[in-house]
């Protein structure tokens, strides 16, 4: 239901904004920018499918190794559900319905160019053609990233990792498999929990050894004053 709402937002607000700009741009840029979202919704349809289709094994060896890119791949692993859902079901539906709007724009200019052209099957004679080379790029490009899910993610890691840099977004994940950031916490919760109990025995003094605590236990006898006739054995009756 979520990916659904956020699939009609981004329609929506996307498909507006990209008639317009078709609208003001010249017939060959117009097409341009067609191709350009549905290689889009094509990309990360592949990306999706390559999230769901690759190992995780080798990216532990690549992420011991320190290559970049290899964490953020491991994460896309974990997350393969997420992330094909995203991919495929947000930006890929969301990219063809804005490529498709934008056809249907471009063919409204049609007749203006060439006045014997019928809009109505100018645009659909655009919209069939723009439906078409989405599902025959998904089609090949879901044969793809079965072939090479390994690489696909690696690739699509390293752009994260470049995001990482500039500080955008965190997809890192620790060397135990967990986040770093949740990882972190728990290492700052055993730390406080090091530094109360440093403090309870700080405040008690030095943990009694075994010694320490027989001598504790160990009665002591009364003191007792000297008599005149002690310690002398000549004295004794």
Not at 12 to 29: D, E
Not at 176 to 201: L, P, V, Y
């Amino acid at each position: 239901m979520v990916l659904g709402v956020l699939t009609f937002i981004i329609a929506l607000t996307a498909t507006y904004p990209a008639q317009q700009i078709i609208n003001r741009l010249s017939l060959v840029f117009g097409v341009a920018t067609i191709v350009v979202l549905i290689l889009i919704g094509i990309l990360f349809d592949v990306l999706g499918v390559a999230a769901a289709a690759a190992d995780e094994a080798p990216f532990h060896a690549m992420a011991a190794r320190r290559l970049p890119g290899s964490r953020q791949a491991i994460w896309l692993v974990r997350h393969a559900a997420a992330v094909s859902s995203f991919s495929n079901d947000v930006v890929g539906d969301a990219a063809g319905t804005v490529s498709g709007a934008a056809a249907a724009a471009i063919a409204l200019r049609l007749p203006a160019l060439w006045p014997g052209w019928d809009p109505l099957a100018a645009g659909m004679l655009l919209v069939a053609l723009v439906s078409g080379l989405t599902v025959g790029g998904k089609a090949l490009g879901k044969a793809a990233a079965l072939r090479s899910a390994q690489g696909i993610v690696l690739a699509a890691g390293r752009a994260l990792y470049v995001v990482e840099r500039l500080g955008l977004f965190s997809f890192t994940v620790g060397r135990s498999g967990r986040n770093d950031q949740g990882a972190g916490s728990r290492g700052n919760k055993a730390a406080g929990r090091g530094s109360r109990q440093g403090g309870r025995w700080g405040r008690r003094g030095t943990h009694p050894g075994p010694s320490q605590r027989a001598r504790r236990f160990e009665k002591v006898e009364p003191h007792r004053e000297a008599g005149p006739g002690d310690g002398d054995p000549g004295n004794d009756p």
